[in-house]
Structures are given as structure tokens and as C-alpha cells.
């Protein structure tokens, strides 16, 4: 029988945590606050400011909102991350992806301090997390090590698998394991008989952004299987890029989705925020 890995209650014990700690910050006069961006008005980024915001509340850390217009500048959203850069009650900045096409997104993320990246995305986090220095992590890879540590299952000495090489979820996923002493494999699209190798995983990550693609094929029994893809399926209910019915069967451990890498997204924002 398989375990499945609650991303929810995982998420929340985080939550609960970092509310002490930040209530601890506040009594010795130390206090957090996230300025978050969004450029436009596009639906999804909206829902997930509006989650942002509310976790910050249940954090207990202060959060601004800049709700920019679609016709912004690149010019004048470079200015607005250059004052909050310089502003010492703002300890952490994000950008809300997407942006418009008319702004370049690479110089917008090398425009946020590396001092307040809690996305992890800056080049100075990424070449911190690869050389082990300690430094703001990528939020949703940082959520699947919880989830691994917190479910009890050991990422030392094992065959880990990353499907997707992407720089806000494969590579990174992919440093996180080998930091955890994990002997990582990432696959992507041009990767061969990748059942070959996905079959060797005893942890599977899969974030290759394609629903339900991984079936029972693609792993062998006993297998932990992580999914962190979400989309919506031909009935308009979120699915992952696993075939959750087919694969878990064959597992000892899975992550369901909604339910599983989601919610610890946030969380691992939060801790980014909290430090
Ligand atoms: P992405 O940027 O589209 O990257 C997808 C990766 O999968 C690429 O490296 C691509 O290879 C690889 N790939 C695509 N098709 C493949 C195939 N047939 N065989 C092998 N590899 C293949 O996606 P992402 O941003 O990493 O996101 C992945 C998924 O996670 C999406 O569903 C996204 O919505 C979800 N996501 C969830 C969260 C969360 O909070 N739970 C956060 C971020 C993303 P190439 O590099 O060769 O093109």
C-alpha cells in the first residue's frame, strides 16, 4: 500500500512554525516585510498574489502590494524594484511571472537585490545554492525537500531522478538532492529511452510541465514519486504530470495533486521571507 505525502498538513506545520519564529523577530524588535509586483491583470498571477498575501498575514509578516498596469515600462518597474531595494523596512521583493512581453524579464530578476531574491532566482542564489553557500533557495524545490525530510524518506546514497531541467524547478531540484548526497540523473526532452533511466529512480521528481504523462511505465515498484506539474483536465479538475491513478499503486510514496508540491510553495516563500 502506498503513503501519500500530504503537501497540505506538510505546508501547514511549516506555516505554524514560522508564525512562532516571526512572532519571536517581532518581540526583539526585528521585523519582515515581502513587497510584492504584479504587472497586469492576468487571472492565475492574481490568485497567486492574492495567496501570497494572505500567508503573510497568517505568517505574521507585513506585506506591500504594487498592482502595476499591463502598459508599465521595464523603465519604471526597474525604478520601483531600485526603491524598494534601498528601503530598509522591505526584506523581500517579488516579481510575479509572467510579465508582459515588452518587459525583459532576465533584467528585471538581476535587478532585485540578491539580499531580498526570496523567489531565488537572482544568478548570486543560483551560484550560491550550486556551490553551497548559504543563500535564498528556489521556493517550490525547496517544498519537495521538505516534503522528502518531513515524510521520513531518505534522500542520502538513492538513485534520484529529476524530470525537467527548468531554472526555477529541474536544476535547482536537481543541486537540492545533490546537496542532500542524493546520485541525481536530470532528464529533459532530448534525454533517450528515458523510461530506461526513470525506471532506475528510487525518488522521482517530475516537472516537465505535460499532464499526466508519467503512467506505471515510468517507474519501478517501490518508487517515491513527486509531481509538481498542475494543470487542469479535459473535465476542468487539476491533475499533475503523473497519472496519479496508474503510478501510485506501484509506489511506496506519492504526492497528490492539488494537495501536494502546491501548498509548499508558499510555505518555502514564507520561510525565505521569515529567514
Ligand atoms: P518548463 O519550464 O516548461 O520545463 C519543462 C521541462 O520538461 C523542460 O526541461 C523540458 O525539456 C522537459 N520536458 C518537456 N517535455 C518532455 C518530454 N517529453 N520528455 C522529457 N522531458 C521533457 O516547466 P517548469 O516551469 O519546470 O514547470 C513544470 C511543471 O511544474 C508545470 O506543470 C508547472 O505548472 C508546474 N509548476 C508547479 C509549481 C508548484 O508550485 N507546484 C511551481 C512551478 C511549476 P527541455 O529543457 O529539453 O525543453
Given at each position: ?12 506545520e ?14 526583539a ?21 492574492n ?26 518597474l ?33 535587478a ?22 548559504p ?15 518531513r ?49 532506475r ?8 510541465g505535460?499532464?499526466k ?20 483536465d ?7 504530470d ?22 509548499m ?11
Open positions: 500500500m502506498y503513503k501519500i505525502i500530504d503537501g497540505k498538513k506538510i505546508s501547514q511549516i506555516k505554524d512554525e514560522l508564525r512562532e519564529k516571526a512572532a519571536q523577530l517581532k518581540a524588535g526585528e521585523s519582515r516585510c515581502l513587497a510584492v509586483i504584479q504587472v497586469g491583470a492576468d487571472p492565475a498571477s492574481s490568485v497567486y498574489v495567496n501570497k498575501k494572505k500567508a503573510c498575514e497568517y505568517v505574521g509578516i507585513e506585506s506591500l502590494s504594487y498592482s502595476l498596469p499591463e502598459e508599465t515600462r521595464e523603465e519604471e526597474l525604478k520601483l524594484i531600485g526603491e524598494l531595494n534601498a528601503k530598509k523596512s522591505v526584506s523581500g521583493i517579488l516579481v510575479q511571472l509572467p510579465l508582459p512581453e515588452h518587459i525583459n524579464e532576465e533584467k528585471i530578476l538581476l532585485i537585490s540578491p539580499d531580498k531574491d526570496v523567489d531565488g532566482f537572482h544568478p548570486v542564489s543560483v551560484g550560491n545554492l550550486s556551490i553551497g553557500r543563500g535564498f533557495v528556489s521556493c517550490t524545490p525547496a517544498g519537495v525537500i521538505q516534503l522528502l525530510k515524510s521520513g524518506i531518505e534522500i542520502q546514497g538513492k538513485e534520484c531522478v529529476v524530470l525537467g531541467r527548468s531554472n526555477i524547478v529541474g536544476k535547482p531540484m536537481a543541486m537540492l538532492l545533490l546537496r542532500e548526497n542524493g546520485t541525481v540523473t536530470v532528464c529533459h526532452s532530448k534525454t533517450v529511452n528515458l523510461r530506461e533511466v526513470t525506471r529512480a528510487d525518488i522521482l521528481v517530475v516537472a516537465i505535460k499532464p504523462f508519467i503512467d506505471e511505465s515510468y517507474v519501478k515498484e517501490g518508487t517515491v514519486v513527486i509531481d509538481v506539474g498542475i494543470h487542469r479535459e473535465n476542468n479538475k487539476l491533475c499533475g503523473v497519472d496519479f491513478e496508474r503510478v501510485a499503486p506501484h509506489c511506496s510514496a506519492i504526492t497528490p495533486v492539488p494537495g501536494g508540491v502546491g501548498p510553495t508558499i510555505a518555502m516563500l514564507m520561510s525565505n521571507c521569515v529567514g
